[in-house]
């Protein structure tokens, strides 16, 4: 992907931001504790929300995102390293890290039933995944919309899938769902879970 993505990431979002995804952003990832692992990071708008995370290890795999996220790390409260790296393939050993976050990213992973395998085996017993994700629509009209616009749609938005059932993943790769919450009629989910091994 371009650098133009990245560069229009920011400014697309603002408005989302403004009508309460900033919010939302604030209260979950205000939930994380302990060594933290972020997974797809992007430009770092997470960074300035975490209130009682040791340590936050933020994983990115695009390296425009990334360079943008290296500013925001700086100047971010607790100490975060911002790493080069894929869900599916994670470089830290078993049971690493208590919580584990994302925030609109599991639409872009290609192969999300594998990243959630690789983030229960590096997160601890009973540690927590805290995820804020756009999903398929349950209402019939606005889901087909959704299926017929992804092709295009991951093409011009670094393999965005507009139509992908994450809390449905969540559930089927292990984790015990403690918490969801849905916004903007259904199309945005909170989901929050335990790593019960």
Same mark, same amino acid.
């Given at each position: 992907?371009?650098?133009?993505?990245?560069?229009?990431?920011?400014?697309?979002?603002?408005?989302?931001?403004?009508?309460?995804?900033?919010?939302?952003?604030?209260?979950?990832?205000?939930?994380?504790?302990?060594?933290?692992?972020?997974? *797809?990071?992007?430009? =770092?708008?997470?960074?300035? @929300? @975490?209130?009682?995370?040791?340590?936050?290890?933020?994983?990115?795999?695009?390296?425009?995102?990334?360079?943008?996220?290296?500013?925001?790390?700086?100047?971010?409260?607790?100490?975060?390293? /911002?790493?080069?790296?894929?869900?599916?393939?994670?470089?830290?050993?078993?049971?690493?890290?208590?919580?584990?976050? =994302?925030?609109? /990213?599991?639409?872009?992973?290609?192969?999300?039933?594998?990243?959630?395998?690789?983030?229960?085996?590096? #997160?601890?017993?009973? *540690?927590?995944?805290?995820?804020?994700? %756009?999903?398929?629509? %349950? %209402?019939? /009209?606005?889901?087909?919309?959704?299926?017929?616009?992804?092709?295009?749609?991951?093409?011009? #938005?670094?393999?965005? %899938?507009?139509?992908?059932?994450?809390?449905?993943?969540?559930?089927?790769?292990?984790?015990? /769902?403690?918490?969801?919450?849905?916004?903007?009629?259904?199309?945005?989910?909170?989901?929050?879970?335990?790593?019960?091994?």
């Amino acid at each position: 992907m371009g650098k133009w993505f990245a560069t229009l990431y920011d400014i697309f979002m603002a408005p989302f931001e403004q009508i309460g995804v900033e919010e939302i952003r604030k209260q979950l990832i205000g939930k994380a504790t302990g060594s933290v692992l972020e997974i *797809g990071t992007g430009t =770092g708008l997470n960074f300035p @929300y @975490y209130q009682h995370a040791k340590k936050v290890d933020a994983l990115e795999p695009n390296p425009n995102m990334r360079n943008k996220s290296y500013k925001r790390a700086k100047s971010a409260k607790y100490p975060i390293t /911002v790493l080069e790296g894929s869900a599916e393939i994670l470089s830290f050993p078993d049971n690493t890290f208590d919580s584990i976050v =994302g925030t609109l /990213v599991f639409c872009t992973i290609p192969n999300p039933e594998l990243a959630l395998k690789e983030m229960r085996r590096v #997160c601890k017993p009973d *540690g927590q995944i805290l995820l804020f994700e %756009h999903v398929r629509s %349950h %209402h019939a /009209v606005l889901g087909r919309v959704q299926d017929r616009l992804t092709p295009l749609w991951k093409r011009l #938005c670094d393999g965005c %899938h507009l139509n992908r059932d994450t809390l449905g993943l969540v559930k089927r790769e292990g984790w015990k /769902v403690t918490r969801t919450q849905r916004y903007f009629k259904n199309i945005f989910v909170v989901i929050e879970a335990v790593n019960k091994k």
